[in-house]
């Protein structure tokens, strides 16, 4: 599965910006579906999650919680993650991951990483 993350960019402390990941596999055929972040001089941490689709569950780390909101477009095969009031803390680079399971095994795919910086 390739991934194709984008969306990123410079933007002023207390603006928004969506990041979009689109996996050259089907939604459907996916079991996690997430948004990683790598700030400079810190270990890769993971942002927002979300499992399923009829009724989705749903994960966000503390320091996004409110903030951050991951959601699926099943008709253009892409999920987002909207970021709004954002803060300088938020300067990552922001990667996004999937992965299948496949007869009792795991594989997990990454993105290329998109580049999320916020000016105070």
């Known amino acids: 599965v390739q991934l194709q993350a984008y969306g990123g960019g410079l933007v002023q402390a207390g603006g928004s910006l969506r990041l979009s990941c689109a996996p050259s596999?089907?939604?459907?055929?996916?079991?996690?579906m997430d948004w990683y972040r790598q700030g400079p001089g810190k270990e890769r941490e993971l942002v927002a999650r979300?499992?399923?689709?009829?009724?989705?569950?749903?994960y966000y780390a503390d320091s996004v919680k409110g903030r951050f909101s991951i959601s699926r477009d099943n008709a253009k095969n892409k999920f987002d993650l909207q970021m709004y009031n954002l803060k300088p803390e938020d300067t990552a680079v922001y990667y996004c991951?999937?992965?299948?399971?496949?007869?009792?095994?795991?594989?997990?795919?990454w993105g290329q990483g998109t580049q999320v910086t916020v000016s105070s």
């Open positions: 979300l499992v399923g689709d009829f009724r989705p569950n749903y």
């Open positions: 596999a089907s939604l459907f055929s996916l079991n996690h």
């Open positions: 991951h999937v992965d299948q399971l496949y007869d009792g095994s795991k594989d997990d795919y």
